[in-house]
């Protein structure tokens, strides 16, 4: 079915995606609350990139530890508003009217989950670049970038197969 022609359903939420979705708007406010805080403890020049090792190996002026939670925000903004249109998605199987509802549902809950996962990587981004910035060295960088693609690819794949068993 092609997506002009999909159905457009109301999608109930359930208790747990309240739950994610009120984690996510704390997270986001937590991360700023994070990135204010810390701005006025940094030096004028901060990590902006690091190695696959946790090395940094890019500088900037301290402001730039804004743009990783503005980046965030943009992007919690955009999902915020794409979940609400789940007839727009791409899916893995043809939207039929029988399977509609389904395959909405869960692709609303991987966006859910993925926003939440967004904000937790960039906060953790966040941290580590405040570490950096003030002289806290330690060997928890490759543990960071396991977190993040785990954090990643776990949610998608879980969704996936779901909407595979939906069809």
Known sequence: MEKQQRPLLKIEITGTDKIIEGLSYIALVALWIFVCVVYTKLPETIPTHFTGSGKADGYGDNETIFLGAGICTVMFIGMSFIQRKPHWFNF?????????????????????????????????????????????????????????????????FYFLIQSSKNS
């Open 92 to 156: 893995p199987v043809e939207i039929t009217p029988e399977n509609a509802q389904k395959q909405y549902t869960t692709a609303m809950k991987m966006i859910r989950m993925l926003k939440l996962t967004i904000v937790i990587i960039i906060g953790l981004i966040e941290f580590h670049t405040y570490k950096s910035s003030i002289g806290i060295t330690d060997d928890t960088s490759q543990l960071y970038i396991l977190a993040i693609l785990g954090l990643v690819y776990i949610p998608i």
